[in-house]
């Protein structure tokens, strides 16, 4: 069974781009989460999907910020325009229930994003 | 509100080393605690849990015990080996929320 999927793994843009990042969860899985971490500092949530409504979006740090889970399957993250601040570690998750204990959440290998 | 600390990386031990990551807590109610490993390359992975005080969560030769009068759940390995060698993140979860909230991440390095 495939994983979590995410693409691209790196991206270099220059500050005042757009970039957009894809996660492919996990077929069947619901749950879709992104999370990211700016550089040594800790990871912190950004949103969760469930199908195709943004049931959480609390962590989203301002209006640069878009995702979007079209049809309740893939999801992307769109930042625009990009700043120096934005860059670090993009990870997705998916999960085939509500997370709870996290027990059966599957992460993925993560978008290393630099702002330049 | 929640949050959790852990001790500063990167900590490099000789293969055989014991090892020791610290990890404290603090959370409004009672929080089930994790710790997720990320080897280089892959994703993050949940390494081990527990979610009532004194529990002791194990995976691997890991072991941390969930201590609510320290709020701490350290993480353990009488032996590390090369393999071991990753980011080790310390976290917590409310019941019933759907957020984790995770520590800065610690690097380990192990020397052959």
């Known amino acids: 069974e495939a994983g979590v999927t995410q693409f691209p793994s790196h991206s270099v843009i220059e500050k005042g781009q757009t970039v957009t990042l894809r996660c492919d969860p996990i077929?069947?899985?619901?749950?879709l989460y992104w999370y990211r971490r700016v550089m040594g500092k800790e990871i912190k949530f950004l949103l969760h999907f469930v199908k195709e409504s943004k049931q959480d979006e609390s962590g989203m740090p301002n209006n640069r910020f878009l995702a979007e889970r079209t049809g309740g399957t893939y999801s992307t993250l769109k930042v625009q325009p990009a700043e120096l601040e934005d860059s670090g570690v993009y990870f997705c998750?998916?999960?085939?229930?509500?997370?709870?204990?996290?027990?059966?959440?599957?992460f993925g290998s993560g978008t290393q994003l630099s702002v330049l | 509100g929640n949050s959790v600390t852990q001790m500063e990386g990167p900590v490099t031990l000789s293969e055989e080393a014991f090892l020791t990551i610290n990890c404290t807590y603090t959370a409004t109610g009672y929080p089930s605690l994790f710790w997720y490993v990320q080897y280089p390359g892959e994703g993050l992975q949940l390494l081990l849990k527990a979610t009532k005080a004194d529990d002791k969560g194990s995976n691997k030769g890991f072991e941390a015990t969930y201590r609510k009068e320290t709020t701490s759940f350290h993480l353990e390995k009488g032996s590390v080996q090369v393999s071991d060698s990753a980011v080790y993140f310390c976290a917590l979860s409310m019941n019933r929320d759907d957020k984790i909230i995770f520590g800065k991440g610690t690097r380990l390095h192990i020397l052959p």
């Open positions: 998750a998916s999960s085939l229930h509500r997370q709870g204990i996290s027990e059966k959440l599957f």
């Open positions: 077929s069947g899985h619901d749950n």
